[in-house]
């Protein structure tokens, strides 16, 4: 029974990693930013205008998070990929991805195939909006500190492939000493 939580802000590799490692390990992959994406899809309007509507109301962060903790209270064998994963499923093994600025940034702009200074302008407001919302709901003051997590990866100069192994590699080792080390 593994449940894997994996934290990283955008471009660092979470939803490439997470995918790889759900389907090498035979698990289900859950994304709460695919999730936040549907939503804003279902309402008709764009991810970016729902960002700035959590910012005023929480219904939305609130009704994302209770599906991220009962799924991780109800289910095993998974790989979910959240901002707040970690913080919900306690009992998960948790990994916090890490990645330079500027490469996060291209990666996100060869992504969505946009220029780099949109994609910094939209990361860093992203980022302080989530912040702030996290620390109005749950008292979260340090998003993601390394003390809250099992392994922590520089993907900066990693391919998704690489990253996988490593946690594959942790993951055994994991399962061989029948606990988290």
């Known amino acids: ?27 289900t992959f859950l994304s709460s930013g695919n999730l936040f994406r549907e939503k804003s899809v279902k309402l008709g309007i764009e991810v970016s205008k729902l960002e700035k509507i959590c910012l005023t109301h929480s219904k939305y962060d609130l009704e994302l998070d209770k599906y991220i903790e009962k799924f991780g209270k109800e289910k095993n064998n998974f790989v979910v990929e959240s901002r707040l994963a970690y913080h919900f499923i ?4 948790k990994i916090k991805f890490v ?24 990361t860093n407001f992203r980022e302080q909006a989530a912040k702030r919302r996290y620390r109005k709901l749950y008292g979260v ?16 100069r990693r391919s998704a492939e690489e990253t996988a192994a490593i946690i594959v590699s942790k993951f055994n080792l994991f399962k061989l000493k029948g606990g988290r080390q």
């Open 1 to 27: 029974m593994a449940k894997i939580t994996i934290f990283g802000l955008a471009g660092t590799g979470t939803t490439s990693v997470g995918k790889m490692l759900a389907s090498n390990l035979g698990h």
């Open 99 to 122: 990645c330079d600025y500027a490469t996060r940034i291209q990666r996100v702009a060869r992504r969505q195939n946009i220029p780099t200074s949109v994609v910094s302008e939209e």
């Open 90 to 93: 306690p009992d998960s093994i």
């Open 141 to 156: 003051k340090k998003l993601a500190p390394d003390k809250q997590f099992h392994l922590i990866i520089d993907t900066s």
